[in-house]
């Protein structure tokens, strides 16, 4: 199945993931309806062919080893870490 891979940044205090663009990633498979090989037209209705994708995938092109912006604002970089 095809899935969405979304690249963005990753704060390593805090755990949290920010998007920063996402591409799809084809299967190249036949019965697909989101891949660019599908072999049925336009409005298919075979119950052959898969109809979701597969999640995303995050991948972290930046990774930093701070807090993201919304934990600082919420100033729970104090002490002990209660951002989830």
Known sequence: MCYN???GKLHLLCQHFIPMSTR?????????LFSRNHAHP?????SSCQRMMQPPQRN????HESLCAD??????????????
Request: aromatic share 0%; glycine share 12%; net charge positive.
């Open 24 to 32: 799809q990633q084809d299967c190249l498979r036949p019965n697909c």
């Open 5 to 7: 891979v979304i690249d």
């Open 71 to 84: 934990c600082v604002m919420r100033g729970e970089g104090r002490g002990v870490l209660k951002c989830s």
């Open 60 to 63: 972290p092109i930046r990774i």
């Open 42 to 46: 336009v409005g298919c209705r075979s």
